[in-house]
């Protein structure tokens, strides 16, 4: 009569495939967020920069045009007439006797970067130039609104 040997490690093998292949899955997944992360920050260290800029060149274009000192913003009756800055058009909004309000569009490297411009006359003696840049990020090319992607940076200028 012959005996046979019970094994007891029969699924030892399966078992620790299994527990090799999860510990290999969970390190490559780890690996691959920390990967998107980083391609998200670099993604918004460049649309920083564009809003920024943006920001800067409307605050420059403020300040280029602001030719008195009395509480006057632009020279004669420039109201709705289109002026250029950085060879984009600027454009008076919304003028009251102390306050205008400015856009500037297509700016940026990729040309959809925009300018909000407020310029405040109120105080006698004081100017206040608010520039907020945008970066609409490829939602609405050009156009000064807020999207999903937009990135918002803002200066503000006292003189």
Not at 99 to 117: P, R
Request: charged share 20%; glycine share 10%; aromatic share 6%.
């Amino acid at each position: 009569m012959m005996k046979k040997k019970i094994q007891k490690n029969k699924g030892f093998v399966i078992l620790f495939a299994v527990t090799l292949s999860v510990i290999l899955l969970s390190i490559a997944l780890g690996v691959a967020n920390i990967a998107l992360r980083e391609i998200k920050f670099g993604t918004s260290a460049k649309d920083t920069n564009e809003a920024f800029f943006a920001a800067d060149t409307g605050a420059e274009c403020a300040l280029i045009n602001d030719k008195s000192t009395a509480n006057v913003f632009v020279d004669g009756p420039s109201i709705g007439t289109p002026k250029e800055c950085n060879s984009s058009p600027l454009v008076i909004t919304s003028p009251t006797s102390l306050f205008w309000t400015l856009t500037v569009s297509g700016l940026g490297s990729a040309g959809q970067a925009c300018a909000k411009v407020t310029v405040d006359k109120t105080i006698a003696g004081k100017t206040s130039v608010i520039a907020k840049g945008y970066n609409n990020g490829g939602d609405a090319p050009g156009i000064c609104i807020k999207g999903l992607n937009t990135v918002e940076r803002e200066l503000d200028v006292n003189y």
